[in-house]
């Protein structure tokens, strides 16, 4: 019986089809994956089946019945629930405000909050999922915040629950609890459709799987007749080499050196602790972790963006630890930073004004003060050319470039300064996989110029296959290093999740 | 010098400031209303303008003064409504749009002051509202002042500003306003309209601050002048910062607004030589302090004065 | 390549140009429909306007001496509005600029016009620059929204000059205001008996300055991208408040130049509360010019021509000026949902035959 139907699902956004005639078939009371690359338009056609995007044509059938659904409240009445990326919490209202929301009980005209407690505690002993339903949202940790997005769906009364990359945000221990949850929910009989890129994943938990490529249906099989192997080409479309070439290493002077840095955030109270390591002229350091265990800190404390730490950043010898952002990019450090249409690139501005963003100061592009806009063409050109950029020209705006072009623009610009270190953070993320390839090359090309550079990426197969040394962070603190040859990739999971080198059990639940 | 300070600091200058943070207070609650949605109403000022006028447009022509005040409520509303269209509908910059509106309803109103009564000045005297006495709570000892021969907006205010309290904090309809405000796509998903939400609290706040208009025309006076609210909208949008978006919170920060202002006035009467100019100041510096963070900790709706993104289009 | 984009940049010009057009006809009908309503004769009213703005040279003259204090208003808000930040404290700088320069014109009464006026004009534009600052500096450093500290400011501004007038430069008499300054610190008129100075050429050179400033120098590039996004403009090293307090400062010198070339080339003195909300209609012009110079300048003739014509009209058809803030009120508005024209024009082109689709 299935449970969710669609049928030859399109939908395009100005030029770019994100989903071009898919059909989805999902049974009641199944584990149901959706597998594809980022863009292979998977969200999209979730987004589509709960009432947030309108499909261009095609049809849902919900209960083997044809439905229209045009908005998320009629989604929700028809026993949907989505689990959102980024969460749909408002982070002062308290755990029961944020459930009840929409749907509250109530005593005369004013919301019954006792009665929404205890409905939010049953849901909690029902289903084992422990939240404080009096805590407010943004005190409690990710993982919990994720517990109350699932207790929002099943308050709903929920029987097909969407969940978007859920483990993204999560540690392994968190994604193991988040996997046992959801099998209990599979036993009392909801149906769960799980987005996710992670080949992995796919295998542990899914009955069976729907492929997507490039806004396509490729294929849906059953879990248990098919490999990762079969999985990855299938997703990619050819045979997928993990592993990039690369020459030994030709290791020279200590570029960077990073000397007990310790950092507290205000706001979130993560925090780096009495963080050493250094980077030597030719070498890739890849920086291993769990997203939110202190990646971002460190790409802001090398960078400049933030400087409130103790500890001591040496950069060619040179104390850089007080220095301004822009002291250190003239030194020589560039920057591919992680939220790239937030901090890389103003998307406002046409391509030749991007290609000189941190570079409007110095010669050739100005002389003293005033731009020289002859100058400024010629070099969006070259990068354009050398960096093999898609676009109109180099007064095309840059938000109306793809997401892997866009990350060209980044990388062009900071690899024309020359810099001697780059701090590649996320320098993958949400691009095709022709582009990860190209950008893969060209940080190995770097470090063949005997350059250094930092890795920061929450991809284990691209740490593995660039980097020479590798460093793994949980809880702001350097839990493991060494050259990337000796970690096998099980190891780096365990370090990841914080348990010890090799020698830990796994835990008593497994 | 206790003399003088007994004469200042009184029950009757505090009467005065409760009298004159009526329309203040009123107008704060439409901009926590209006805040807590989303949407910046920088057209504070031109709604309460907006009503002064209808009061008495409303008072002359059938001299009834509280239709005058239904009046005001009304055009207040459907000024906001204008406001709220342009602003949710066509996605107009909110700051901007405010400014439009301000200018539009103080030309309207000077406009057809012209032309209904052929003068730039003021309007005719109207019928104002009659003050009211309590019967019970005006023989108390000490705050019988408060409920005596006052005007029954000052009491409508205060009724006011503490429903909407409750209804901002304790209802389902508030608990979805403060979502909207936060984070509109979370409304969205969990099946909250928030276009209707914005169009209700905008609407809302006009209504409110039409009705503090009409206390300044028909409560406080019994005619309509030029530019009658005389920044009373700006120093409203202050005092709902000041009051960390929250009814109670605001009425607390134009009760303090007024205070200062009715002091200065007092200090006006006994003619002393100290500087009215500079005690006039205190309630904008107050303002700006609290908004650097100096006194409290002022957060606001996350998502405000965001075009929020509803679906696709 | 590059021609076609520059064709497409221009397209963008003209498209912007034709929605200011319409939204401008757009409230000239409704304004045309409010006179209509209260029983005048549309047309006529509409000629004497057109007339008092354009009709001979007295009258062009007293549309450019509308258009001046507004040439330099709007540039502040522009200016603010190039880095992210609104600066609704013109009204508060430009009295500043005004008080300055007047007190410099009377402390220096001997020296001669050639240097007492650049000095009165140097201290006008330094007294709006820090006064700008101050709502720079508070948004850089604390956060603090600049739209309600500068409305907060533009209070204290007008009642600490007020405060500073009465307690120090007051000039005997009932009237709060400043003695007369020097003839020498005066600028001249350009057309006689028409009170219209040069300080329109200032506020000419002032709109080609910040266009240059912006486009070609380095740190108009910095100005802009922070307006654009503040993130990546800290990522590339850009300081994102010392740009926050140097645009307001820039901003608030623009505004305080208002008060200053009022002072010097109109009413010759400091009166207090002499401003009818220039720096609010500045928001207007700078809106109607989409923030950028040469389309403040254009905006800001328009609305001195509305002035200028306003007054005509109110003399000659007996029409309330105050249809001309209706009329200001209402382009904003629709100048500010570009969403709406869209829509208005869209369904106008459509209905006739209904082709379209």
Redesign the interface.
Known sequence: MNVVELKNISKSFGNSLANDSIDLAVKRGEIHCLLGENGAGKTTLMKILFGLYSQDQGSILINGAEVEIKSPRQAIELGLGMIHQHFMLVGRLTVTENIIAGREPRRGILIDYAEGMRQVKELTATYQLSVNPGARVEDISIGEQQRVEILKALYRQAEILILDEPTAVLTPQETGELFAVLKKLKESGKTIIFITHKLKETMAISDRVTILRDGKKVATIATSATSPTELARLMVGREVILRVKKAAAMVGKTVLQADHLTYYHKKNNRQLEQLSFVIKAGEILGVAGVEGNGQQELEELITGLSRNSQGKIFFKGKDISSWSIRERRYAGIGHIPSDRLKRGLIPDFNLEKNLILGSEWQQPYARKGFLDYKVIRENSKVIIERFRIKTSGSQALVQDLSGGNQQKVIIGRELRREPELIVAAQPTRGVDVGAIEYIHKLLLKMREEGKGVLLISAELDELLSLSDRLIVLYEGRIVASGNTVDFTEAELGLLMAGQGRGGVKNGPTE | MNELLALIFNLNTLAAALRMATPLALAAMGGAFSERAGIINLGLEGLILTGAFAGVLGSYYSSLPWLGVLLAMIAGGGFAALFALFTIRFKADQVVAGVGLNMLALGLTTWLMQVLWGSRGSSPNVNGLPEITIPLLGRLPFVKVFFIEQSPLVLIMLVVIIAGWYLLFKTPLGLRIRMTGDHPTAADTVGINVRAIQYFCVIFSGVLAGLGGAYLSLGHLNWFSVNMSAGRGYMALAANIFGQWNPLGGFAASLLFSFTDAVQMRLQGLNLSIANELIQMLPYLLTIVVLAGAVLRSRPPEALGKQNQGGDE | ??R???L??QQGIIFNLLYSVVAIVIALLLGGI?IYL?GHDPGKAYYHLVYGAFGNSYNLAQTLLNSTPLIFTGLAVAIGFQSGL?N?GGEGQLYWGALATAVTALTFPHLPGLILLPLALLAGALAGGCWGVIPGY?KA?????E???T???N??AI??T??LL??YYKEAGPVDQTPLIAESARMAELIPFTRLSWAIFLGLAVVVLSDYLLK????G??I??VG??S?????????VPGIYILTMGFSGAVAGLTGSTLVLGLFNRFITNFSPGYG??G??VA?LGRNRPWGVLLAALLFGALEAGGMSMQLYARI?A????????????LV?????IQ?LVGSLLNRPGGGAK
Do not use: C, W
């Open positions: 390549m590059v076609l984009n520059k497409k940049d409010l209260s609104f609704i508070l450093r604390t956060g603090a929204h739209v309600i500290t409305i907060m400011l209070y204290i009642l600490a007020t405060f009465r307690n070609k120098t380095s740190i590039y910095d802009q991208a654009k996004n993130a990546a403009a800290e990522y590339a090293g850009i300081s609010f209609t928001i207007a809106v309330p105050d249809l001309m803030r209706i009329i200001q009120g209402l382009v904003i508005l500010a949902a570009p969403a709406f829509l």
